[in-house]
């Protein structure tokens, strides 16, 4: 994992002001979760499993900070986000480099088996979608806007502070997200 070479490149917040990813985690202990793209349904099981599990407040008491990064478009964060009332950052790599640079390049549409699926999920993937398709209806996402790469994967990794990666999960399937449990373990949140 190339973390120095990653640190260093873009990323766009929801106003699309870029900042470089290394900043972001400079000062302390950072969950970073890349999610495979704005439409995914179960990407959207795993963020209501942080909202639910991850409270803000236990991560302030922990000095560790979360945030998400997508591929796509920065100015379809702030409707996404409101879709789960997402307390945590959100950012794009719409280049797909940091991806690169942190070696998360498997391309698949594939949900893989059941053994391998994520507790979090809460939907079969003609219900998530279809529930995907209403929220971003009800939250009025710029669907116009560039979603992300439909095939692209994500993963989950702990760094800082300064360029310390404590944690590394790469999926390989479309619902292969790391418990976000264990991720905040990782950084120190009990």
């Not at 202990?29 to 990407?43: G, K, N």
Request: overall charge positive; aromatic content about 12%.
């Amino acid at each position: 994992m190339e973390l120095k070479i990653a640190a260093n490149l873009p990323v766009f917040g929801q106003d699309g002001q870029r900042y470089f990813l290394g900043e972001l985690f400079d000062k302390q202990a950072t969950c970073v979760v890349f999610i495979r793209h704005f439409l995914c349904p179960f990407c959207a099981d795993y963020m209501r499993s942080i909202v639910r599990e991850v409270p803000p407040e236990v991560l302030r008491k922990a000095n560790v900070k979360l945030i998400v990064i997508s591929h796509g478009s920065p100015y379809m964060i702030k409707s996404w986000k409101s879709i789960f009332n997402l307390p945590y950052e959100v950012y794009t790599d719409p280049s797909r480099k940091i991806h690169r640079a942190l070696n998360m390049m498997i391309r698949t549409l594939s949900g893989g088996p059941r053994s391998e699926r994520g507790d979090y999920l809460e939907h079969n993937l003609t219900l998530g979608l279809a529930r995907v398709a209403k929220n971003a209806v009800t939250a009025r996402m710029p669907l116009y806007r560039y979603p992300g790469d439909f095939f692209q994967v994500g993963g989950e990794f702990v760094f800082g502070p300064g360029l310390r990666c404590s944690y590394a999960s790469r999926m390989h399937n479309t619902a292969s997200h790391a418990p976000i449990r264990e991720v905040v373990r990782a950084a120190g949140v009990d």
